[in-house]
Each structure stands twice: as structure tokens, then as C-alpha cells.
């Protein structure tokens, strides 16, 4: 009687165990997360290709967060993120998507930034404050380009020019060549010159600079001066012309007096010199005369003075002392 009964039991569990394989499955057992009082944060990135659920969230190479889920929205990747309610993040922090190795999972990296102000539950940050890490796909993708088609290929392009362009020429390339070290050594041993060149360049800017409002009225001035100057050039040239001929006669009377004018320079040469020797008599003379002036100006209240002189004159006026004393006339 015991078989039958064994073979129900049997029979029951087995249909028991068939029925809850669909239900009691990996994907629906809860898993922790290894948050502590965690708080969701929102973030946009251009790209998330490879970027898991669950993938870890990490500062400093120590997780903070996990990913907890990836959908799109405005054709950017919506990765909301589960934090460690422990650690405060500041309004400004960026988040990277970088590889463990370069071959391995992506994982968000934060980076913190500097504002006081803090990330909470239910922030959004957009992408302008996302980066993503190169990969070795994208490395491998820049080589290939590089290689198959890029700049390989054009700097093949160059070297071939460069040669053309020399071909039979490199006399003449290496004559400029030292020419060119010639030059760079004159420089250099000009260095001083052309220092005090720039430096006198720098100051003459910046006095043009301390006086732009003078030059801007004078660049406004000259309009009308050139217009002035246009209208009449026909009398303009005819003055041009006139003191050329004046400047002929000018030289000329220059030429005929130079002789004259130096001798007289000459000679009074010496009544400077006595001028100048007896400065201190000249300029009492010079102060009496003015004096006198004043007082002639309060004796004769009119424009005239009539004068009555008596001028009494020896046998000897006009003749030299010698002749004078002798009484001889020569």
C-alpha cells in the first residue's frame, strides 16, 4: 500500500516543481544593491552604448551608486542612477562613462565639482555636464581611418610634392637654407636694437592711444582742408611754382650779401662783448631812460617841446687830442 501512496506524493511534486520554474527564476530573485539610504539622480548622455543595469557608480575607484535603469528620451541615453544617501554630490559634478580596463565594463565615474550647492533626490543633469571616455573600439575606429584613408595618405601626397619641388633644385635650397642662418644670426646679433625698436613701437602706441581724440578731430579736420585743397589745386600749384622762383631769388641775394652779412657779424662781434662786459652799466642806463621817459611824459602833457639850445663849439672841435694840444691841423 506504501508504493502507490509514494508514487502520488512523487507524481505531486513533480507537478509542483514544473508549475514554479516559471515563477521562481534568477531575474526575479531581489537583489540588494549595497545602497545605503539611497536618493536618484537623473542623467543624460549623448551616448551610453554598453553601459549595463547594475553597472557601478564610482568615485575615486570606490562605488558610491549603481545604474539602475537605461531608457532614451530626445535621442540621449536616460540613465537614472541609485546613490549612497552618504555621499552628497555638488550641483556642478561631472559624470564621465569610462571602461574598467580596455576590455572591460563601463562604469559611471563622478567627478565633484565645486558649488556648495548639492545634488538631491530626483535631480536631473543634463549632458552638458556628461563625458564619455575614449574606448579601444574608438581608437581602434581613429587607426583605421588613419590608416586606410586619412592622413596617411596626405602626408604621402606632401613627401611627394616636397620631392618634385626639390628635384634639381637643392643648390638652390641649400643656399637659401644659409642664407636663412645668416639672417637668423644678424638677428640675433641685433637682438638690442631690435628690442629698443619694439619697445619704442610700444611707447609710440601708447601715446597715439592717450591721444586717439586729438587725432580723430584732425583726421575729421583734414576733410574739409583737402576739399579746400582740391578745389583750388590750380592756385596751389601756381604758389607751388612762385616759391620756387622766390626761393631762387632767395638764395641768390644770399649768395651776394654773404660776404657783407659775415663781416658785420664781425664786427659786432666786439660790442657784444663790451655789452655784455659792462651789463650791469647798460642796465642802469636802460632804467634811467625808461625813468626819463615817465618824466618827459608829465613835463610835455602835449605831443611837442620846443627846445632853445646854445651850442658853443672850440677852435679845436672835431680834430684829434694830439692834433689838439699841438695846435696843428692835419
Known amino acids: 500500500m506504501?508504493?502507490?501512496?509514494?508514487?502520488?506524493?512523487?507524481l505531486l511534486s513533480a507537478v509542483l516543481l514544473a508549475s514554479g520554474c516559471s515563477v521562481l527564476n534568477a531575474e526575479n530573485i531581489p537583489v540588494s544593491t549595497g545602497v545605503e539610504d539611497p536618493y536618484d539622480v537623473t542623467v543624460f548622455f549623448p551616448d551610453a552604448l554598453n553601459l549595463a543595469n547594475g553597472a557601478a557608480v564610482k568615485i575615486d575607484g570606490a562605488t558610491v551608486g549603481r545604474v539602475e535603469e537605461i531608457t532614451t528620451e530626445n535621442f540621449e541615453a536616460k540613465v537614472l542612477l541609485n546613490m549612497d544617501g552618504k555621499t552628497k554630490?555638488?550641483?556642478?559634478?561631472?559624470?564621465?562613462?569610462?571602461?574598467?580596463?580596455?576590455l572591460g565594463e563601463l562604469f559611471v565615474e563622478v567627478i565633484r565639482g565645486d558649488r556648495k550647492k548639492l545634488l538631491t533626490s530626483g535631480a536631473v543633469v543634463q549632458s552638458a555636464q556628461t563625458r564619455t571616455a575614449p574606448t579601444v573600439e574608438d581608437g581602434l575606429a581613429a587607426a583605421s581611418l588613419l590608416i586606410n584613408g586619412g592622413s596617411l595618405s596626405q602626408i604621402k601626397t606632401i613627401v611627394a610634392e616636397v620631392n618634385t619641388a626639390l628635384d634639381g633644385r637643392k643648390g638652390?635650397?641649400?643656399?637659401?637654407?644659409?642664407?636663412?642662418?645668416?639672417?637668423?644670426?644678424?638677428?640675433?646679433?641685433?637682438?638690442?636694437?631690435?628690442?629698443?625698436?619694439?619697445?619704442?613701437?610700444?611707447?609710440?602706441?601708447?601715446?597715439?592711444?592717450?591721444?586717439?581724440?586729438?587725432?580723430?578731430?584732425?583726421?575729421?579736420?583734414?576733410?574739409?582742408?583737402?576739399?579746400?585743397?582740391?578745389?583750388?589745386?590750380?592756385?596751389?600749384?601756381?604758389?607751388l611754382q612762385e616759391l620756387q622762383g622766390m626761393s631762387e631769388n632767395v638764395d641768390a641775394l644770399v649768395s651776394a650779401t654773404k660776404g657783407d652779412v659775415t663781416a658785420t657779424a664781425e664786427e659786432i662781434g666786439p660790442v657784444l662783448d663790451t655789452l655784455s662786459t659792462n651789463s650791469?652799466?647798460?642796465?642802469a642806463m636802460l632804467i634811467k631812460?625808461?625813468?626819463?621817459?615817465?618824466?618827459i611824459d608829465?613835463?610835455?602833457?602835449?605831443?611837442?617841446?620846443?627846445?632853445?639850445?646854445?651850442?658853443?663849439?672850440?677852435?679845436?672841435?672835431?680834430?684829434?687830442?694830439?692834433?689838439?694840444?699841438?695846435?696843428v691841423v692835419r
Open 2 to 10: 506504501k508504493s502507490p501512496v509514494r508514487l502520488v506524493s512523487l
Open 89 to 102: 554630490l555638488p550641483s556642478d559634478t561631472v559624470f564621465r562613462l569610462r571602461p574598467t580596463t580596455a
Open 172 to 239: 638652390t635650397v641649400k643656399d637659401f637654407i644659409n642664407n636663412s642662418g645668416s639672417l637668423i644670426h644678424t638677428l640675433n646679433a641685433s637682438k638690442a636694437d631690435i628690442d629698443e625698436f619694439l619697445s619704442s613701437l610700444a611707447r609710440t602706441s601708447t601715446l597715439l592711444n592717450e591721444r586717439e581724440g586729438k587725432i580723430n578731430r584732425a583726421i575729421r579736420l583734414v576733410g574739409p582742408v583737402s576739399e579746400v585743397i582740391r578745389r583750388n589745386s590750380g592756385e596751389v600749384t601756381e604758389l
Open 280 to 283: 650791469t652799466q647798460a642796465k
Open 289 to 295: 631812460a625808461t625813468r626819463l621817459s615817465g618824466l
Open 298 to 327: 608829465r613835463a610835455v602833457p602835449t605831443e611837442y617841446l620846443n627846445l632853445s639850445l646854445v651850442l658853443r663849439l672850440s677852435a679845436d672841435f672835431g680834430l684829434p687830442r694830439s692834433a689838439a694840444r699841438t695846435g
